[in-house]
């Protein structure tokens, strides 16, 4: 099992840009979501699903979209990437009857 | 989701035992008691989880008192590589209402010394 990978591991954006975050698990878990990290600080959750198909809002869901067509697949699309979204973006997933979560490497993203 | 209150940071020397303390004073009769490790450029890692009184497993034990509104996290002989932020999360993964979020707080910096 390859677990939890995250792309690009890296990223540098201009102020405007849009991109999208890729994360995929093969363990088969019915949860992802994906959380944010600034420096010196714990994790933010972003946004999460529950199934394929279903997406809901976390803490801080501004500026980021989110869809899950497949039981692995749960892209971050950022839309207009601002210096404020600076950030480390850790996509992660479990099962529904279990906290012991699963987390990428993260990407580290970067707004200019 | 029970609030969490944690020591921002602790110190400790290589070879003793280490023990945070996480208070969680409202918590639920369904909430599970979870800890997670998270080291430099990585994401956080499961440690263990309990719902009362003491679970062991190969890295650390959980001890978790009667009226449950706190739990340690308990490392025995810390070693260098154990520098990391420990993370104490409270709640029910098992929700019928719906998903639980995990919500992470800002969690315990330890720093092991030689």
């Known amino acids: 099992n390859a677990g939890v990978t995250q792309t690009p591991k890296f990223q540098v954006l201009k102020t405007g840009q849009s991109m999208t975050l890729q994360c995929a698990q093969d363990?088969?878990?019915?949860?992802m979501s994906w959380y944010r990290q600034d420096p010196g600080m714990g994790l933010r959750l972003i946004h999460y699903?529950?199934?394929?198909?279903?997406?809901d809002q976390g803490e801080v869901p501004n500026g980021y979209n989110v869809s899950r067509s497949t039981t692995e697949d749960f892209p971050l699309r950022l839309l207009s990437a601002a210096p404020s979204q600076t950030s480390v973006y850790f996509c992660?997933?479990?099962?529904?009857?279990?906290?012991?979560?699963?987390f990428g490497p993260g990407t580290r993203l970067t707004v200019t | 989701l029970a609030k969490t209150t944690q020591p921002i940071s602790m110190d400790s020397y290589e070879g003793q035992e280490v023990n945070i303390t996480c208070s969680h004073n409202?918590?639920?009769?369904?909430?599970?008691i979870t800890w997670y490790q998270q080291f430099p450029s990585q994401g956080p890692r499961f440690i263990i989880q309990g719902y009362k009184t003491k679970v062991t497993n190969e890295v650390a034990s959980l001890f978790i008192p009667a009226d449950r509104k706190s739990s340690t996290l308990s490392l025995p002989r810390v070693s260098l590589s154990d520098t990391a932020v420990y993370y104490c999360?409270?709640?029910?993964?098992?929700?019928?209402?719906?998903?639980?979020?995990?919500?992470f707080g800002a969690g315990t910096r330890l720093a092991v010394h030689p």
């Open positions: 992660a997933s479990r099962t529904s009857v279990s906290y012991e979560q699963y």
């Open positions: 699903s529950v199934g394929a198909g279903i997406t």
């Open positions: 363990m088969n878990h019915e949860y």
């Open positions: 409202n918590i639920a009769t369904n909430d599970y």
């Open positions: 999360l409270v709640g029910s993964p098992m929700f019928s209402g719906g998903y639980n979020k995990l919500i």
